[in-house]
Nanobody, 117 residues
Framework: QVRLVESGGGLVQPGGSRRLSCTAY????????VSWYRQAPGKERELVAN????????NYEDSVKGRFTISRDNARTTVYLQMDSLESEAAGVYYCPAAQMGRPLYWGQGTQVTVSS
């Protein structure tokens, strides 16, 4: 069965770190651009970071530059989002759609990140 699964969310204290995983089942992520989006309560979904399918170029939303890192594993089945120095604004549900030609083809169910002391 082809699906994407986000995991790694949970409760983290302000200033702490968390690593999210986006794992493909039934296919590999090679050739797919993968993005991490965050949706906070009452807000629109916003792009946090993305990584290209072939050349693996990365892009980050300005507020997370230097604190978040998106990467792939060598098997091309998982994309990670390492989040450091977390602030309360990082809280929300994180999604990682996989896209080809700029069009998202697969979505997961999301993983919840809560930032609180």
């Amino acid at each position: 069965q082809v699906r994407l699964v986000e995991s790694g969310g949970g409760l983290v204290q302000p200033g702490g770190s968390r690593r999210l995983s986006c794992t493909a089942y039934g296919f590999t992520l090679g050739g797919y651009g993968v993005s991490w989006y965050r949706q906070a309560p009452g807000k629109e979904r916003e792009l946090v970071a993305n990584i290209g399918g072939n050349r693996c170029r990365t892009n980050y939303e300005d507020s997370v530059k230097g604190r978040f890192t998106i990467s792939r594993d060598n098997a091309r089945t998982t994309v990670y989002l390492q989040m450091d120095s977390l602030e309360s604004e990082a809280a929300g549900v994180y999604y990682c759609p996989a896209a080809q030609m700029g069009r998202p083809l697969y979505w997961g169910q999301g993983t919840q990140v809560t930032v609180s002391s």
